[in-house]
């Protein structure tokens, strides 16, 4: 999302309805709760989405890709939705380490515009906590805090 916004483009921050309010501080141009099929549905048409939850989530948002447009996923794509618009160009995405941009984000939390919105700080004793936290999902970001 920061870099999309970096970039200029309109970004909507699509999360869990309890996350809305959140959300809307994070300077994004909209909001989708994409547990709720309604809202899905009400979506206007857009250039591209970035998908990160995967499943049925991702096939109701690939719906909402205009033709021509863009379609990335993180997790998994059911079988079959590639082909209910083969105008959609569709990449999976797979997380490469990147120094650069680490030190991009790290210059942009430094000179605060880039926030990152962490919901929990644990001590790393506690990483097991932390797993089971993010396998819930919808939990935020969480902190593993290393004391020397």
């Known amino acids: 999302m920061h870099t999309a916004k970096k970039l200029g483009l309109k970004v909507i921050a699509g999360v869990r309805t309890r996350q809305l309010p959140e959300a809307r501080t994070l300077g994004v141009s909209g909001t989708v709760a994409i547990d709720d099929d309604t809202a899905i549905a009400k979506l206007a048409m857009v250039d591209a989405v970035a998908d990160t939850v995967g499943g049925e989530t991702a096939a109701k948002l690939f719906s909402r890709v205009k033709d021509g447009g863009s379609f990335g996923y993180a997790s998994v794509l059911p079988d079959g939705v590639p082909g209910l618009n083969a105008t959609v160009t569709v990449t999976r995405v797979f997380a490469r ?52």
């Not at 000179?111 to 797993?131: C, K």
Request: charged fraction near 30%; glycine fraction near 10%; include cysteine.
């Open 97 to 148: 380490p990147d120094a650069s941009k680490v030190r991009e984000f790290a210059d942009d939390i430094r000179d605060g515009t880039f926030l990152l919105p962490i919901s929990r700080r644990l001590p790393l004793s506690d990483a097991a906590e932390a797993h089971a936290l993010a396998q819930r999902g919808g939990s935020g970001k969480i902190v593993l805090v290393c004391r020397g």
